[in-house]
């Protein structure tokens, strides 16, 4: 067990449709990641927050936004999904983000599964 | 830009042998961190271990262990006799020293029979 949980587990909707992916990080972890795993585009980073801003983003799509929340949660919301949307959802998180200091190994949530028909 | 290459799509072995999964990664940066991560069926991820670019120093932790090679730009693992229960995919991670995101490698799935 990781220390990093996700809600839902599994997800299945519709076309056009728009859903909210829930992550705890692990207690006193700043740095929240988000990636999605699908079989096309294999694991690839979407967007980065750390202690309530974000910090980074990957190719993440507009239709996609995140946000971190001031007890360090933070949710994904997919709206107007596609087809093309149905993949494994991860999240991440790290002790520290320090720039020019490195910072620390990620540590991954379960996963939301998300399919859409 | 960054990239991770994992050749080696799927492997296939039979218990007790030893494995090499191969990692070759491209940056620029001199400051970088290079991780594994493991996937088992059960689909989560796993950190297996963490490396830092000035720091060439190999790794063993029980069965598994880590060649870290800069000259080459790869970072190795082998995982010897091997068992079952390392049926797995294994991905190799890549980042910068800035914004933490990981660059991953296609994966190689380990399949180890009986």
């Known amino acids: 067990d990781s220390g990093v949980t996700q809600t839902p587990k599994h997800l299945i909707t519709a076309t056009g449709q728009r859903v909210t992916l829930r992550c705890s990080p692990r207690s006193g972890d700043l740095s929240v990641y988000w990636y999605q795993q699908s079989l096309d585009q294999g694991l690839q980073f979407l967007i980065q927050?750390?202690?309530?801003?974000?910090?980074a983003k990957g190719n993440i799509l507009e239709r996609f936004s995140a946000q971190q929340f001031p007890d360090l949660h933070s949710e994904l919301n997919l709206s107007s999904l596609e087809l093309g949307d149905s993949a494994l959802y991860f999240c991440a998180s790290s002790a520290t983000y320090l720039p020019g200091q490195g910072y620390n190994e990620q540590f991954f949530g379960p996963g939301t599964r998300l399919t859409v028909l | 830009a960054q990239k991770v290459t994992q050749a080696q799509t799927e492997i296939s072995v039979v218990e007790k042998e030893d494995v090499t999964l191969d990692c070759v990664y491209e940056t620029r940066d001199t400051t970088y961190y290079l991780f594994w991560y493991k996937q088992p069926p059960s689909g989560e991820l796993v950190f297996l271990i963490r490396r830092n670019s000035f720091d060439e120093q190999n790794e063993i932790s029980g069965r598994y262990s880590w060649n870290f090679q800069k000259s080459t730009s790869s970072f190795n693992f082998t995982i010897t006799a091997s068992q079952v229960v390392d049926s797995a995919v294994y991905f190799c991670?890549?980042?910068?020293?800035?914004?933490?995101?990981?660059?991953f490698g296609q994966g190689t799935e380990l399949s180890v029979k009986p």
């Open positions: 991670a890549l980042t910068d020293n800035q914004g933490g995101k990981l660059i």
């Open positions: 927050y750390y202690n309530g801003e974000e910090r």
